[in-house]
Nanobody, 122 residues
């Protein structure tokens, strides 16, 4: 059983930065992604990255502010979040699957982390 463990969340102010990490218990999957879920809202896609790191995909709401990256030697994927906004407040989840396709489909992912809270205050 694969375990994904997120870390790096916290309470920050508007305009600040945070870097989230997701460590996998074994060799990383081809597709690693970040999702987020705000109170009362559905879980939404944030970003995804392929095994080589050469292909990334972002939600329009975070393009230009967030950067996803991975270190396969450490089985870890990162989400660098800059210029944070109040509307970025959510629980952020790491997810993994084999195929780099249907990136925004929560049901297509095989493994999920427990989530890490990110709160952005004004």
């Amino acid at each position: 059983q694969v375990q994904l463990v997120e870390s790096g969340g916290g309470l920050v102010q508007t305009g600040d930065s945070l870097r989230l990490s997701c460590a996998a218990s074994r060799r990383s999957f081809n597709c690693m992604a970040w999702f987020r879920q705000a109170p009362g809202k559905e879980r939404e896609f944030v970003a995804a990255i392929s095994w080589s790191g050469g292909t990334t995909n972002y939600a329009d709401s975070v393009k230009g502010r967030f950067t996803i990256s991975r270190d396969n030697a450490k089985n870890t994927v990162y989400l660098q979040m800059n210029s944070l906004k109040v509307e970025d407040t959510a629980v952020y989840y790491c997810a993994a699957k084999r195929a780099f396709a249907a990136l925004g489909s929560t049901s297509s992912y095989d493994y999920w982390g427990q989530g890490t809270q990110v709160t952005v205050s004004s």
